[in-house]
């Protein structure tokens, strides 16, 4: 598997890179594990997501805060400094658990917990459909999108994040896991006390990432995000 750290200038073509990357292992048959850190705050909401729903766009107006869409489900996220973002484009094949979403989510956390267990005085859990957790602590969400050969599966895990600007930004999500009990963000959300590069090793180390990806494809970033995730057509579609 080919690695990429890489964090462009804006939230558009940190979007666009995820979705370039996927449709380039698509087309090449190659697979690609990615780490981005962003610079500034912004919104992601997942691709059925309604922003009047799950976002409080007067307080992101407000703060200055843009809202992005992503081509994954799952729900709403805040971005910013402190988050570490992973990417993962893996190749399906029929007869491994990721012929399926929930045994995608299964192999994929499974193999980011034990990556982070021996970091950590206690190891992480996977709770819900997609979230891992210390205790009943949420510092991970995860979402995948999929195509015919391909999936990707990305996600953040908070390390330094400003955690009481969720609660300004967004309200509870109108789709909770059984285990948050309608607990607001600051009850449900933590940071890993681990430092970033600790974690990119680990989790290069884990998917085998030993290579760097050479060919970034970046004239598709620049396409998909002048094309696609600046417009307003696309970002407040629901």
Same mark, same amino acid.
């Given at each position: ?25 698509? +087309?090449?048959?190659? +697979? ?16 059925? #997501? ?5 976002? #409080? ?27 570490? #973002? ?30 982070? @267990? ?60 059984? !285990?948050?009990? #309608? ?31 050479? @060919? ?12 696609? !995730? ?9």
């Amino acid at each position: 598997m080919k690695h990429l750290d890489l964090t462009l200038p804006t939230p558009a073509e940190n979007l666009a890179c995820d979705e370039a990357l996927f449709d380039w292992c698509e +087309e090449s048959g190659g +697979e690609v594990l990615r780490f981005w850190e962003p610079r500034d705050h912004f919104v992601v909401v997942g691709y059925a #997501n309604r922003v009047a729903r799950e976002v #409080n766009a007067e307080a992101c107006a407000a703060r200055g805060v843009p809202i992005f869409r992503r081509v994954s489900g799952g729900g709403t996220v805040l971005q910013g400094p402190g988050c570490l #973002n992973y990417s993962v484009v893996l190749k399906i094949t029929e007869a491994s658990p990721l012929a399926g979403i929930s045994g995608t989510n299964r192999l994929v956390l499974g193999k980011i917990q034990r990556a982070l @267990a021996p970091l950590l005085k206690t190891p992480p859990a996977i709770r819900g459909a997609s979230d891992l957790c210390l205790g009943a602590l949420k510092f991970s969400g995860n979402a995948q999108r999929r195509k015919r050969t391909h999936l990707l599966f990305h996600g953040t895990l908070l390390l330094d994040f400003d955690l009481p600007l969720i609660s300004a930004l967004l309200p509870l999500p109108s789709k909770q896991p059984d !285990y948050r009990g #309608n607990r607001g963000h600051g009850e449900f959300l933590t940071n890993l006390p681990l430092a970033a590069s600790a974690v990119k090793a680990e989790l290069c180390r884990a998917w085998s990432a030993d290579a760097p990806l050479e @060919a970034v494809p970046l004239e598709r970033i620049q396409k998909l995000a002048a094309e696609k !995730y600046s417009r307003p057509e696309w970002n407040l579609k629901f």
